[in-house]
Structures are given as structure tokens and as C-alpha cells.
């Protein structure tokens, strides 16, 4: 096996054909070159430098060795270059999970912002149920999750990011939007269309019907919220969705919300990584500005107020 000390020798020795200037650039004595030399010249059994006088000329041999030596140390060159563009967050790859709302809804603008700090870092979004993005981490598919924790994982750490409002809601025409308040017993006699298995507003619903000893008349469930506000829209159902996902349709009053008696519903959502591992660079850049846009304070804040926080501060940094 070729000895990588004596290679960088040689090949100093050849780019400058001078040891005692070799030895300058490699920190060692112009007599440690001499016998580095000759150590790989008896190890490959080549003579790699003719001598006259002060003078050294490579030989055939050690020009052709020269030539591969050069590529070697030239490779080195530009995998210190990528160490250091990698911590320097000058390249990398951010790979992020999280539910198909805060995909929507919230990533891209987070992304953006990211992006605008970390322009040369690729960004590859994962996106699903809160159950699957859970079980991504522990597949080493996304570093960081933004998600509702729906399970408990001795492996999976949870650090609480954002309460999302959750609200019933209904076609303009249907009975309950004329209440102003309604009981949840009502709610267990509608054809109720519910979001997949696995996701945080299942779990925080199937939740509420339990609590009020009853269960959902599960008319369909999907993934897709969009499909969902058309069904309920066109009076197939009602439904339970975080407001900031029909926020529009609220506003243009296609949908309606139905208010319960009691207090508000907030689904809790998380940044979750993996407990024991070191996160990358572009991860952890990712998670501090995520903890920043963090509320500080007891009060809920929804995707909403938290995609507010983040356009007042970019403003506030473009007019500077």
C-alpha cells in the first residue's frame, strides 16, 4: 500500500524540483525529504529523479507518477474546499418532513427565508401525516419534522413549536351554521368526512368524541384538505380542520365555522428530530430560525400570527 506521507513527498519534491523548497512548503527538514524520496523511490522500485549538481530533473517514471500524484492532491484540495463550504453552510442538503397543511400553508414562505440567508443549500420537503413523518426521522429520511405528536417515541424528541385553532366546519347552507353555538352531541348525528389516520387532527378528534362518550360517523377519510373543503362545501359533510387551512374560504364565506360550546380546540404541533444525533449544519440553521419564530409566551399562536412575525421582520430588514 502506497505510504500517503511519502506520496505527498515526492510529489512536492516533483512540483518543485527543489527539495530544500519542498521542504519549506511541507514544514520538515530539506534531509527528511531525501530520505522520504528514497523511501518511495525503493518502494516503487523506480528511480523517480536524475541529480546534477544542485539540480534535480524527474525522470520518465517520475513524471508519469507526477502526473497521478497531482489529480490525488488535487482532489484533497477540493475535498477541503467542500469541508469547509459544508460547515459554511456554502453547500449542503436541509432535509425537512411535515404535514401536508404546514407544507402548503407555511413552508413556503419559511423556505424562502431560508433560502434568502442559505441561497446555495438544497432543500429536500417531505411531506405527510404527522404518524409518517415521526417514523421518517427514525428512517434517517428528514432530519427535522414539524409535525403534531400522535405517538410517543423513546427515541424521538419533541420541542413544542406552534397551537394551531381547530375548527368544525360546514357549508353556508347547513343547519348547524345558523347556530351560534352548538352542542358536540349534535355533531355525533352528521356524516363527519376526517383527515387519514395517523395525522394530529385525527388523533385530536377521535379524541374529542371519546370525551364526549360518543363516536364519528365517518362518512370518508382522506389526506386531502382540499377535497375535504369541496365536500363539505357542496354539503356532504362537516369536517375538523385547523383554521388557517380555510382561512380564504372563511373570508369569501364559501365555508362556515360551527362553533361548539365550550372551550376552543388547539392541536399542538412540534419540531421533532431524533434524541442522540447530531444534526447537520443546514438542519441546525433551520431549527434556530424556527426556534426564533417560536412564541416566547403562553399564548396560542397559529401558523397565521407566526407567517406575520416572519414578513414584519423581512420587511423591517429590507428598509434597513
Known amino acids: ?9 515526492f510529489y512536492q519534491a516533483a512540483k518543485c ?11 520538515i527538514t530539506q534531509p527528511a525529504v531525501t530520505v522520504q524520496v528514497k523511501f518511495f523511490e525503493a518502494y516503487c522500485n523506480l528511480k523517480l529523479f536524475n541529480r546534477r549538481g544542485r539540480r ?12 497521478y500524484a497531482k489529480r490525488v492532491f488535487e482532489y484533497e484540495k477540493e475535498i477541503e474546499d467542500a469541508i469547509e463550504d459544508l460547515k459554511e453552510l456554502k453547500r449542503g442538503v436541509l432535509r425537512l418532513g411535515t404535514t401536508k397543511t404546514y407544507a402548503r400553508y407555511f413552508m413556503p414562505s419559511m423556505i424562502a427565508a431560508f433560502h434568502e440567508k442559505y441561497p446555495h443549500i438544497k432543500i429536500h420537503l417531505d ?29 424521538i424528541f419533541f420541542s413544542p413549536f406552534s397551537r394551531e385553532e381547530l375548527v368544525l366546519i360546514v357549508g353556508p347552507s ?28 385525527r388523533k385530536l378528534v377521535n379524541g374529542l368524541f371519546a370525551q364526549n362518550n360518543s363516536s364519528p360517523d365517518v362518512l370518508m377519510e382522506t389526506s386531502n384538505t382540499e377535497f375535504i373543503k369541496q365536500l363539505v362545501q357542496r354539503g356532504e359533510g362537516v369536517s375538523f380542520l385547523v383554521r388557517e387551512a380555510v382561512a380564504s374560504e372563511l373570508k369569501e364565506k364559501i365555508l362556515v365555522t360551527a362553533p361548539i360550546k365550550g372551550k376552543k380546540i388547539f392541536l399542538d404541533v412540534s419540531i421533532a428530530c431524533l434524541k442522540n444525533r447530531h444534526l447537520s449544519p443546514p438542519a441546525m440553521a433551520f431549527l434556530d430560525i424556527l426556534k426564533k419564530m417560536r412564541s416566547t409566551d403562553l399564548a396560542p399562536q397559529g401558523i397565521g400570527l407566526l407567517m406575520a412575525k416572519m414578513q414584519a421582520k423581512r420587511k423591517r430588514t429590507s428598509d434597513s
Open 174 to 201: 347547513h343547519p348547524l351554521a345558523k347556530n351560534k353555538a352548538i352542542d358536540f352531541m349534535e355533531i355525533a348525528e352528521e356524516p363527519v368526512i376526517m383527515k387519514e389516520v395517523g395525522s394530529g387532527t
Open 56 to 67: 534535480i530533473y524527474l525522470t520518465d517514471e517520475g513524471n508519469t507518477l507526477y502526473e
Open 127 to 155: 411531506e405527510g401525516s404527522s404518524l409518517d413523518m415521526g417514523h421518517s426521522l427514525l428512517e434517517f429520511k428528514n432530519e427535522l419534522v414539524v409535525v403534531a405528536k400522535v405517538e410517543d417515541n423513546p427515541d
Open 1 to 9: 500500500m502506497i505510504n500517503f506521507n511519502q506520496l505527498r513527498v
Open 17 to 27: 524540483l527543489n527539495f530544500t523548497v519542498a521542504a519549506k512548503k511541507l514544514y
